[in-house]
């Protein structure tokens, strides 16, 4: 059975009935619009997509796997703004020949990330295209704290990071070789895990600034240092490589810290913190941050080599 087949209406049934409500949920799918509770009286959203063949490959994941990445990249900017996610729009352009089973397992991922974090899908919209493309917005609420940006940063922070890091990018390189393990690597490209608790929790500690690591820690480190003013400086002898992506490395020819140091896609946190402060054990801190210039460096030293990803990097005129 296809999308074709069923029709747009047929599979937003088909979809709607494997969604779950969340306590923010006051109307869900069905309505003109969705009614989602905003207790704070500010609502914190955030938007991204994912394109076949761009941002996922359907030969390398499962259904399941996509839609878990899908809702995670969007879960985590709430997170890293110190809000808790609370619902979720998703709107699909498929192929009229896609499997209606494929949709409803992208489905099934999408509402078991959301539900992580206890939000849920409210809504979205559906069209055709020649080219699958999955579009998400995430909403979110502070719970009456003020919001953590980008901007706060300031000299003689503490830079600490929470979650896996690296771990997504070595899997992206792992498979692209035409291998499929190890597996905690690969499977870590294919379905982040997201330390959503941590964006709250680190504006309680304090923080003063904070991002998703989506597109590499130096090239995400570089949105805060240029919104702050700062410089931060990592130190590379605080990143632990493990065991299996030091060995993937060595068997693939890759510096196992560029996977670290420019690699996206583990949507974990990076935040900056007081001097001072008392983080508990699973932030790591790897960094200081300096007076200005705003730039990022490591070990004192401008990183050589991609920072991390671009989907329209600068090409020189020659």
Wanted: with cysteine; hydrophobic share 50%; aromatic share 6%.
């Amino acid at each position: 059975m296809t999308v074709a087949t069923t029709g747009e209406f047929g599979l937003i049934a088909r979809i709607t009935a494997r969604l779950g409500i969340g306590p923010a949920c006051l109307l869900g799918p069905g309505d003109d619009a969705a009614i989602v509770a905003a207790p704070d009286a500010r609502v914190v959203a955030s938007t991204d997509v994912l394109v076949d063949g761009r941002h996922f490959r359907r030969d390398w994941s499962s259904a399941a796997d996509i839609g878990h990445r899908a809702a995670a990249a969007n879960l985590a900017d709430i997170a890293a703004m110190g809000a808790v996610p609370t619902a979720l729009l998703v709107a699909l352009c498929v192929p009229p020949d896609l499997p209606v089973a494929w949709a409803e397992e992208l489905a099934d991922g999408i509402a078991a990330e959301a539900a992580l974090t206890g939000a849920c899908v409210v809504g979205g919209d559906m069209s055709a295209s020649p080219t699958l493309t999955i579009a998400v917005t995430a909403l979110g609420d502070l719970g009456g704290r003020p919001p953590i940006t980008r901007a706060g940063a300031r000299p003689g922070d503490i830079v600490a990071v929470v979650g896996r890091i690296g771990y997504a990018a070595a899997g992206y390189t792992v498979l692209s070789r035409g291998f499929r393990s190890p597996k905690v690597l690969v499977d870590a490209h294919r379905r982040p895990r997201v330390p959503y608790a941590a964006g709250p929790d680190a504006a309680l500690l304090g923080a003063t600034a904070m991002i998703d690591i989506s597109d590499g820690l130096i090239a995400d480190l570089g949105h805060i240092a240029a919104a702050s003013g700062v410089h931060i400086d990592l130190s590379r002898a605080a990143f632990v490589i493990p065991d299996q992506m030091r060995d993937a490395a060595s068997a693939l020819g890759v510096d196992p810290y560029t996977w670290v140091l420019a690699g996206g896609d583990d949507h974990t946190l990076v935040a900056t913190f007081p001097p001072g402060t008392e983080l508990p054990p699973q932030w790591l801190p790897v960094g200081t941050v300096l007076a200005a210039p705003a730039l990022v460096t490591v070990d004192g030293k401008p990183y050589t080599g991609s920072a991390g990803w671009d989907h329209f990097p600068v090409i020189g005129l020659g």
